[in-house]
């Protein structure tokens, strides 16, 4: 729609919204947001802030989006400029390796990255989550699926949903 148009150049971070796994995350981050109203956001390898952005164009809430690379992070500002939004904390650092991230709960984290980073993660995301908060992951290929899921049910997490497309996954995750 057109007041959810976001315009993403071509740049050195990743997420222009061409990748399949962009595409999957984001709608789930979409029927997510229809069925629930959550309170506190984190975009976790932000990129070029395509899941913040669409975040933010669907809650107007606060995000919180963090990247480890210094032109990732001034890539995510030129790109909140140029689709003239705000009310992001961008946080620079590797995961949660930051005070300001650690010291939040989050009622969704999104997270598009790949499945090593995403299993090593696993504990911190249930740490930083709200008592029944969402995780929304994606970056997974269709035969990572299955021990995706079950490494993270030992971390009490539940399976939502998952989409599949051209070999990509993502899944929305809840914290019981």
């Known amino acids: 729609k057109k007041k959810h148009h976001l315009y993403l150049p071509a740049s ?74 705000s009310g992001f904390i961008f946080v620079r ?19 598009n990255i790949l499945y090593n980073p995403l299993r090593k993660l696993s504990r911190d995301f249930y740490l930083r989550l709200n008592k029944s908060g969402y995780l929304v992951l994606s970056g997974i290929l269709v035969g990572q699926t299955y021990s995706i899921v079950s490494f993270y049910r030992k971390f009490n997490f539940r399976v939502i949903k998952v989409n599949k497309l051209s070999g990509w996954v993502s899944i929305i995750f809840k914290k019981v």
């Open 12 to 85: 050195e971070a990743f997420g222009t919204g061409s990748h399949v796994s962009t595409l999957l995350v984001v709608q789930n981050i979409e029927y997510l947001l229809k069925k629930i109203k959550l309170n506190s956001y984190l975009d976790l390898g932000t990129g070029t802030g395509i899941l913040s952005f669409v975040i933010k164009k669907l809650t107007k809430k606060k995000i919180f989006s963090s990247d480890n690379d210094q032109k990732v992070e001034n890539i995510f500002k030129k790109n909140m400029k140029i689709n003239n939004l």
């Open 93 to 111: 650092c590797k995961n949660f390796n930051n005070k300001i991230l650690r010291d939040q709960k989050y009622g969704l984290i999104v997270a």
